[in-house]
């Protein structure tokens, strides 16, 4: 890429980053920051933190710690101390993830709301989306992705996540009951490969819902998947009316996937429980396993009703100047270092 694309891509970077914090302020969110060196890292089955250990100056044993993947510990327990809305710009880090969606270090808008479940945070989402879309494209709503127009302006698609596999992978979540051995017989018969024998419940649904539902999200206009399968929880309370499913969503645009988010879970024996079950899949999985956070757990139980959202930045960015890699909007992307990239 040429140098006044990079150039142009930077300044882009700053506009945006500017029309974030003029958003956010003026709907009564803090700015805050947190720190990338943590003790205990996210326990995602399948992200891999960076290690990064504490050598005491002057000798003694290292004390290990973590670039951290995401601001969500510390910024929880930010709202079990008293704030009420915040988020945050931060660089997080990834272990092991280079492609055209994915920087091993990459910037994560993190933001919290107290008072509201996920559709509150959505509203805010759809609001901030749409704003950040007319300062980048001078007053218009529609941003140009693979050659095709997606309408940025507010009101966005909403689909549960059941009635999207029935739509585009014709296939029935709730009927499979969380069994996998019924999701993938689904699968099959609906002509979708399920993958090998054996594999679990979310293996299988990943696999359609990276081939056959994900690719046709938000085309025409950014598409709220909500109503994930209880066993996607994470750290999402479950959906009260029908406990088969979380209250959780993603956001897609353009083929991105930008913006992932929970009513959060405030119960700390259940997210302890959690926790505890992702470490032993980390376990069997033959992945570092890292220790509980006790600050965090020990939070998440004062923490009062909140709904909480992560948004890739740079995808945002990519969506609104038209870049078709994160590399794009980079000014120093990793595939550039040695041992890494080309």
């Avoid at 142009?8 to 970077?13: G, H, K, P, S, V």
């Avoid at 507010?154 to 549960?160: N, S, Y």
Wanted: with cysteine; proline share 7%; glycine share 10%.
């Amino acid at each position: 890429m040429d140098f006044e694309k990079r150039r142009a891509n930077a300044r882009a970077r700053a506009r945006l980053a500017a029309e974030v914090r003029r958003a956010l302020g003026a709907r009564g969110y803090e700015e805050v920051e947190t720190p990338c060196l943590v003790p205990a890292p996210g326990m995602e089955p399948h992200i891999q933190a960076f290690e990064a250990p504490f050598v005491p100056e002057r000798g003694g044993a290292p004390s290990p710690l973590y670039l951290h993947s995401s601001p969500e510990y510390a910024m929880k327990r930010l709202l079990a101390e008293g704030f009420s809305r915040v988020f945050q710009l931060a660089r997080v880090f990834r272990n092991g993830e280079v492609s055209r969606t994915h920087n091993p270090e990459f910037t994560m808008l993190e933001l919290y709301r107290t008072g509201v479940g996920y559709r509150g945070v959505m509203e805010d989402v759809e609001a901030l989306v749409e704003g950040c879309a007319r300062t980048l494209l001078g007053g218009a709503t529609r941003a140009l992705r693979d050659g095709r127009e997606v309408e940025l302006a507010a009101p966005f698609e909403t689909l549960t996540v059941q009635d999207a596999f029935l739509r585009h992978a014709r296939v029935d979540l709730a009927a499979c009951s969380g069994d996998a051995g019924r999701l993938a017989a689904a699968a099959r018969a609906a002509g979708h490969d399920p993958g090998p024998p054996g594999e679990g419940f979310d293996d299988v649904f990943f696999r359609v819902m990276l081939d056959a539902v994900e690719p046709r999200l938000g085309t025409s206009r950014p598409t709220w998947l909500v109503d994930w399968p209880a066993s996607m929880a994470s750290l999402s309370k479950v959906k009260r009316e029908d406990p088969r499913w979380a209250e959780r969503f993603e956001l897609y645009a353009g083929g991105l996937e930008l913006a992932n988010g929970f009513t959060e879970l405030n119960d700390a024996v259940e997210q302890r429980a959690r926790l505890v079950e992702e470490q032993e899949l980390r376990r069997r999985l033959g992945r570092p396993v890292y220790p509980l956070d006790e600050a965090f757990l020990e939070a998440v139980g004062r923490m009062p009703d909140a709904g909480g959202v992560a948004i890739g930045f740079d995808r945002l960015l990519m969506l609104l100047v038209g870049a078709e890699s994160i590399e794009e909007v980079l000014l120093f992307p990793a595939s550039g270092f040695p041992g890494i990239g080309g």
